[in-house]
Each structure stands twice: as structure tokens, then as C-alpha cells.
């Protein structure tokens, strides 16, 4: 079965408290997973809450990389969503596992935009000639 994209949903439990409640440190993760599973950056968007919780964005090229931490609870909720057969999103979930010190992660991996019946690989772009030729 071939899809568009593969999309990881890691659950980080009994992390390193301070790790997940330190703003810059869970930013610089996020960049640093992206860059361990070679994606390409484009924008990058946290926002910290009071009084504590971080959630944040590493938008790249293939998708993103997504996290919403809980430090009251040692828990962090990370989305890994890559388009294409160039990033492995598994070299960006396990970094992040080690990073925030998970001592009970768990990733579930979903392939996301299957559209054909047909075990054929799909591109990860099309041409306009093509787009025009599916009308």
C-alpha cells in the first residue's frame, strides 16, 4: 500500500520535566529532529503558556513536526507528518524520545492520503499538465 505521506503520533510520557517546560530547549528539539531526519525548514512557531505548557510548530518543505507539552504531567504530545520517501519521520521520533528523557513513549504510525485501490507508488508531486488532465 502506497501513500502520500506517513504521519507518527508519539506519545512522550514520564519525560524530563524540565526539559518539556523550558521553551527554548523544546524549540531547538523540534529544529534539531527535523534537521536529524534531513527535512528541509521553512518556518518555525512556539508559543509558551502561563503558567506553564509550551506548544509549537517546525513547519518544513515535506510537512511538519508539531508538539503540545503538559510539564504538570511529564507528558508531551508530538505529530510527525512527512510527505515523500526522503525524511524518515522514526530518525525524528527517536531524537525526540532521547531528547525529552521519555521513559514511556509509544508511536503510532498512520499512512495518511492513500488514494489509489492500486499497489502503485503515488509522486509526491504532479506536473499542471497532469492536475489539468485529472479535470
Avoid at 45 to 69: K, R
Avoid at 70 to 77: S, V
Wanted: with cysteine; net charge negative; proline share 4%.
Amino acid at each position: 500500500m502506497h501513500a502520500l505521506g506517513t504521519h507518527l503520533l508519539v506519545d512522550l510520557r514520564d519525560c524530563n520535566i524540565e526539559a518539556i517546560k523550558d521553551l527554548e530547549f523544546v524549540k531547538d528539539s523540534l529544529v534539531l529532529a527535523a534537521k536529524e531526519a534531513s527535512a528541509t525548514i521553512v518556518d518555525v512557531s512556539f508559543h509558551e503558556f502561563n503558567p506553564f505548557g509550551i506548544s509549537g510548530m517546525v513547519v518544513i518543505a515535506e510537512s511538519h513536526l508539531s508538539i503540545h507539552t503538559w510539564p504538570e504531567y511529564g507528558y508531551a504530545a508530538v505529530d510527525i507528518f512527512t510527505c515523500g520517501d526522503l525524511i524518515k519521520p522514526e530518525t525524528a521520533a527517536s531524537y525526540l524520545i532521547e531528547r525529552f528523557g521519555s521513559q514511556n513513549p509509544s508511536v503510532v504510525e498512520m499512512k495518511r492520503g492513500i488514494l489509489s485501490p492500486f499497489d502503485q507508488k503515488l509522486p509526491h508531486k504532479i506536473s499542471t499538465e497532469e492536475i489539468e488532465s485529472l479535470s
